[in-house]
């Protein structure tokens, strides 16, 4: 299993520009997150899916869309890029039972820069 | 006020010694506390939960107060690997809930040789 993967590792964007961040996970969960890691301010929730086909704002949310077309794949979208949107991103996703693990399970992360 | 809060450290520590990381939380409903550990430019990864009672796990001791709401994390003897940023992580739904988790910033801790 090669759990949960993010694609690209690394970006640099000019302002305006878009781009799609894919997160992709084999474990069968039903719960997937995006969220943003900046310096000194932990990881923050930018949209979440509870399954196939729907999604949920986050604690940070303008600026971004997101797509959850297949129960495997998480799709995190920039329409308009702005450097305050420069950061790391890390998807993670999450068993729905109850007898599941409390643990999220996080990608790689994806290092972005806009300027 | 943030909703979790640490000490962000650094905590610069001799191998073999003991090191103690605290954490507040503001959300007295929170149900589920959790450490997680994240290396340098990596992904976090859960290093235990934390239960009421206590917990340890081998070298590991995590407590928590919830009249306090007050989380710790004890490290005994430690090791070079062990450097890494511990962040502090509540829960408000049980373990089958989608809620989402919050995270502390994290404290840094780097064990010298």
């Known amino acids: 299993n090669a759990g949960v993967t993010q694609t690209p590792k690394f970006r640099v964007l000019k302002t305006g520009q878009s781009m799609t961040l894919l997160c992709a996970q084999d474990?069968?969960?039903?719960?997937m997150y995006w969220y943003r890691q900046d310096p000194g301010m932990g990881l923050r929730l930018i949209h979440y899916s509870v399954g196939e086909g729907t999604t949920a704002k986050g604690e940070v949310p303008d600026g971004y869309n997101v797509s959850r077309l297949k129960k495997q794949n998480f799709l995190l979208g920039l329409e308009s890029a702005a450097p305050s949107q420069t950061s790391v991103y890390f998807c993670a996703s999450k068993g729905s039972r109850l007898a599941d693990s409390y643990e999220q399970y996080f990608g790689p992360g994806t290092r972005l820069t806009v300027t | 006020r943030k909703e979790v809060e640490q000490d962000p450290g650094p905590f610069n520590v001799p191998e073999g010694a003991t090191v103690a990381f605290n954490c507040t939380y503001s959300?007295?409903?929170?149900?589920?506390f959790f450490w997680y550990r994240q290396d340098c430019r990596k992904e976090p990864k859960l290093l235990m939960s934390?239960?009421?009672s206590g917990n340890e796990d081998g070298r590991f001791t995590a407590q928590l107060n919830r009249a306090s709401q007050y989380i710790s994390l004890l490290i005994r003897d430690s090791k070079l690997s062990d450097s890494a940023t511990y962040l502090c992580?509540?829960?408000?739904?049980?373990?089958?809930?989608?809620?989402?988790?919050?995270f502390g910033s994290g404290t840094q801790l780097t064990v010298l040789p």
């Open positions: 992580v509540v829960n408000m739904g049980s373990s089958g809930s989608a809620r989402q988790l919050t």
């Open positions: 959300n007295s409903a929170s149900q589920s």
């Open positions: 474990m069968n969960h039903e719960y």
């Open positions: 934390v239960y009421s």
